[in-house]
């Protein structure tokens, strides 16, 4: 599948990227490389292939143990914040 001029600057709108005059053919051709890369992967036959938990088989990965290193200063720092309840900082309505 090939992009177009328009499709990527509809891309890039959407992204919020600015993309130059200079920049957009370079654009057009990488994504139109990508999507298309893409579509040879959908055509690849994957009958019989088990989905794996693990990419590396009979392989474990070590994991370091669940402690707290890091005190909890939720009361100091809310204690600078003019309205609080319950743990939680209280703002104005600003969407009615």
Known sequence: MTLTRRDVEGIALLARLEISEQELPVYVESLSRIVGFIDQLSTATTEGVEPMAHPLEDQVQTLRDDQVTEVDHRDRY???????????????????
């Open 78 to 96: 809310q204690g600078n914040a003019p309205l609080v309840a319950a743990g939680l900082y209280l703002v104005p309505k600003v969407i009615e």
